[in-house]
């Protein structure tokens, strides 16, 4: 008898006493017309609402004590200084740890302009400046509250994971024009959801996806496919805060769009998040695996290195040929010569891994993350036991993997001026990200 009584105080010690969770929402719709984001040319005033947009927070304490909250948001992406402000509050009014607070948006392009996100996309008039002061201050307050709001609705909770499919995303490099029809057409339909019950009570979906929000380009405020299944799934789940992550959708779209009718294109856009929807319903009725285990949380970052820029005396040659967004970017690395004597050479980039007991390693990469990181990490951790975002913090560029950067093209070429970098990522991008995924995935694991 007495092995086994020692044995069973042994388990009993090292059980996972279980979680307590909150989940909150803040709606972030704008109340007057402001500049939309993630399409740069000509500002695009907003001129009406789809549907409401939102913050939404889940707060997770596990029996450590520790408390780790996720953040996900309807909106284009954060910047470095949203990203500092943002989490500076978490810290001093909630008491979330840095490594403990993932904030991630889902890329929405049918959405204000914030701070500095993008800032090289836009030219704005005195006024369309002030509301988008105004908006931003508002978003501030916002993620404020809803952290707030989700650490002191904490209360026991199980949690459950588990995917599902959907076919909305294809690789969006595949489909502009007939050369890049050469291009890798890969993309991951998986749809990782994590739910979170109080008794029979679904209280939290946290559900993932890896494509653009880009059904929609018009003028209205939505939260395009994303938004259209969030609104599906709380109206199937009533109160449940439904909650979507953008996983690394970077070189995916949302396919066929429809451009220039409004009409047709929301409905499409609608149609598409009710496909997701249904997916992750599907889930949630079936069978999940339990996570019982505590978060490891860990954060780390790495440096990914820029091939040369343009020589000053040639962007200074230039730059007077230049109107719009190529005129602005030109300025911007001459500034960066006067400034800095050069533009720099390298980015800092933040990773940051949550491992769910022995159960899920939760993957937060930064940036306009490509599939192939998706596919990869999965590849390496488990397709069942791995979620990969990409989307959190700085939305600092397109995060090529080592073949998309070979292929060229928009995504880590052509497309690092728009983000203020003085060129593509040098070979070794791919590598860099890899290294720091391991070494934080060891320390959690
Ligand atoms: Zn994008």
Redesign the pocket.
């Given at each position: 008898m007495k092995p086994l009584l020692l044995l069973l105080l042994f388990v009993s010690s090292h059980a996972f006493a279980g979680w307590q969770a909150g989940a909150a929402k803040a709606d972030i719709t704008p109340t007057e017309s402001v500049p939309l984001a993630?399409y740069g040319g000509k500002t695009r005033m907003s001129q009406r609402i789809e549907h409401a947009i939102w913050l939404k927070a889940l707060a997770l304490k596990d029996d450590s004590g520790a408390t780790s909250v996720l953040v996900t948001a309807d909106l284009?992406?954060l910047s470095d200084k949203m990203i500092a402000v943002i989490a500076k509050n978490a810290l001093e009014k909630h008491g979330v740890m840095r490594e403990r607070l993932i904030l991630n948006t889902s890329?929405n392009?049918s959405c204000p302009v914030t701070e500095d996100v993008l800032w090289l996309y836009y030219e704005f008039t005195p006024e369309e400046a002030a509301a988008k002061d105004r908006y931003t201050a508002m978003v501030y307050a916002k993620y404020d509250e809803v952290i707030g709001q989700a650490i002191a609705a904490l209360a026991p909770a199980a949690l459950a994971f588990e995917q599902g499919l959907a076919g909305v995303a294809v690789n969006r490099r595949r489909s502009r024009g007939p050369e890049s029809r050469a291009l890798g057409g890969q993309v991951d339909q998986d749809v990782p959801v994590i739910t979170v019950k109080a008794g029979t009570d679904l209280k939290a979906i946290v559900f993932g996806y890896s494509c653009?929000t880009?059904a929609l380009g018009g003028l209205s405020i939505n939260g395009d496919y994303a938004g259209f299944a969030q609104l599906v799934l709380e109206k199937t789940f009533p109160g449940a805060v439904a909650m979507f992550v953008q996983n690394c959708?970077?070189d995916a779209n949302p396919l066929p769009r429809i451009r220039g009718k409004d009409v047709e294109a929301t409905e499409l856009a609608g149609m598409y998040g009710k496909i997701l929807s249904e997916a992750v319903r599907q889930v949630v009725v079936g069978t999940m695996k339990p996570l019982s285990g505590r978060i490891r949380a860990a954060m780390g970052e790495t440096e990914l290195l820029l091939q040369p820029g343009i020589p000053l005396d040639e962007l200074k040659q230039r730059v007077p040929n230049l109107t719009g967004m190529p005129k602005r970017e030109f300025e911007h690395f001459i500034r960066q010569y006067e400034t800095l004597g050069s533009p720099p050479d390298r980015v800092k980039y933040p990773v940051q891994v949550w491992q769910f007991g022995t159960d899920l390693t939760f993957i937060a990469l930064t940036g306009?993350t490509v599939v192939d990181y998706s596919l990869k990490f999965k590849g390496t951790y488990g397709w069942n036991t791995t979620w990969v975002c990409g989307y959190n913090n700085d939305?600092t560029s397109?995060i090529p993997s080592l073949r998309v950067l070979n292929e060229g093209g928009y995504?880590g070429v052509s497309?690092m001026f728009e983000y203020g970098h003085r060129a593509p990522y040098t070979e070794t991008v791919e590598e860099r990200i890899t290294t720091k995924v391991e070494e934080l995935v060891r320390t959690t694991k």
């Open positions: 993630g284009v992406g890329h392009h653009h880009t959708g970077g306009e939305l397109y995504e497309g």
